[in-house]
T-cell receptor, first 116, second 114 residues
Framework: DAGITQSPRHKVTETGTPVTLRCHQTENHRYMYWYRQDPGHGLRLIHY???????DKGEVSDGYSVSRSKTEDFLLTLESATSSQTSVYFC???????????????FGPGTRLLVL | AQTVTQSQPEMSVQEAETVTLSCTYD???????LFWYKQPPSRQMILVIR??????QNATENRFSVNFQKAAKSFSLKISDSQLGDAAMYFCAYRTGGAQKLVFGQGTRLTINP
């Protein structure tokens, strides 16, 4: 199994409060991703990182920010949580080969977030 | 935009039998990758199998195999000798060669009957 941990695993918070989720990897992979999973939508990409301090938006990035100051850590922040951000959040990692093609994405265990 | 469709929200099969899960996708790209992920009740996303579009040979991993029909844009998963541990949500996913994101289908819930 890929060495990916997420913290916290469960969180309950109130609308309007800031929330930070952490993804930590021990694989030294270049690429890291944040997805959210909602019923009927599968998983959707929020943000991803292609190196330290290098990030880009996914398809559902509104209301989220990310930071990556070290290869092993990728943080997802909800600046002011809303009920629509209640979801299960997954981190994933992948490594690029010398050809430049990214390898398969491997997922962390997920964080269940409830915004009341 | 690329889309992935899993038309079977739920499937069930008797233990030891074979089941096929369907997936179709829409793309104009020629270089892409297809994946099946399994999500058991623990919610962990587990890679089951992957297929590179440029490979004509269907991928196989033990009891799991795919039927990749590139012209039809179809990528079905066959599970042989189904086991109780195969019970899970199964997601089909697509990625272009240069893109950073996986595009997922809505999932198929597979039940194994003893």
């Amino acid at each position: 199994d890929a060495g990916i941990t997420q913290s916290p695993r469960h969180k309950v918070t109130e609308t309007g409060t800031p929330v930070t989720l952490r993804c930590h990897q021990t694989e030294n992979h270049r690429y890291m991703y944040w997805y959210r999973q909602d019923p009927g939508h599968g998983l959707r990409l929020i943000h991803y990182s292609y190196g330290v301090k290098d990030t880009d938006k996914g398809e559902v990035s509104d209301g989220y920010s990310v930071s990556r100051s070290k290869t092993e850590d990728f943080l997802l922040t909800l600046e002011s949580a809303t009920s629509s951000q209640t979801s299960v959040y997954f981190c994933a990692i992948s490594e690029s080969k010398t050809s430049g093609v990214q390898e398969t994405q491997y997922f962390g265990p997920g964080t269940r977030l409830l915004v009341l | 935009a690329q889309t992935v469709t899993q038309s079977q929200p739920e499937m069930s099969v008797q233990e030891a039998e074979t089941v096929t899960l369907s997936c179709t996708y829409d793309t104009s790209e020629s270089d892409y990758y297809l994946f099946w992920y399994k999500q058991p009740p623990s919610r962990q996303m587990i890679l089951v199998i992957r297929q590179e579009a440029y490979k004509q040979q269907n991928a196989t991993e033990n009891r799991f195999s795919v039927n990749f029909q590139k012209a039809a844009k179809s990528f079905s998963l066959k599970i042989s000798d189904s086991q109780l541990g195969d019970a899970a949500m199964y997601f089909c996913a697509y990625r272009t060669g240069g893109a950073q994101k996986l595009v997922f289908g809505q999932g198929t819930r597979l039940t194994i009957n003893p």
